[in-house]
């Protein structure tokens, strides 16, 4: 799986897509339920209920399918209609949410590691990428050196690609040296999904 810094990260960057006109606390609680809302597969590490075992060897994280990650979007879609938004202001939130939530399948996607059930319940087969551009979420001790080296390669890949997004989605007058600058950052983002893509699995 990917560590709960990536998952913040693509929260960040989702929430950073578009200008919310709304007051700075108001930004704040939604950038921190964005965050809640791309973490929230990972509660099966919690509530192993959540855990179905199909076959002796093999379960069904099912909070890790694309219905499962969209539930709590849905709800926040569900609530932002009760509590009145409309037209265009609840689309871009609506759109905000959706994304947050199907990003933690992406990013865990990513790592080569993780077996994901997408097509829960419709479909029990789990899914493996065959190649990895983002480290696996290293085991929780602080003198465990993979937990760190693995976090420093995730920041180095998605830092750089999420900020060249924002530049890209922000500057409609983009200068040269914003171009250099986006390709700067491309090119380092390219260099640790590199490093990520060597590690054994």
Known sequence: MSSFI?????????????KLSASNSLKKWWWGWLI????????????????????????????????????????TILLLTIL?????????????????????LVLDLLTGVNELP???PFN???????????????KVSLLNYYLYRNLFIEIGVLAPLFYSIYLIRHNYSVTRLEKLRIIGLLL???????????LSR
């Open 6 to 18: 990536g998952h913040s990260l693509a929260a960040l960057c989702v929430f950073s897509s578009e």
């Open 36 to 75: 809640v809302i791309a973490s929230a597969p990972d509660i099966d590490h919690i509530f192993r209920s959540f855990i179905l075992t199909v076959y002796p060897d093999e379960k069904i994280r099912i909070t890790h399918s694309i219905l499962g990650s969209l539930m709590l979007p849905f709800g």
């Open 84 to 104: 009145g938004f409309k037209g265009s202001s609840r689309t871009r939130l609506s759109v905000q949410v959706i994304i947050a939530g199907l990003s933690h």
């Open 118 to 120: 997408l097509l829960w």
């Open 124 to 138: 029990l087969a789990n899914f493996k990428l065959t190649f990895g551009l983002l480290p696996s979420a290293g």
């Open 188 to 198: 380092t983002s390219s260099c640790f999904m590199f490093w990520s893509f060597s």
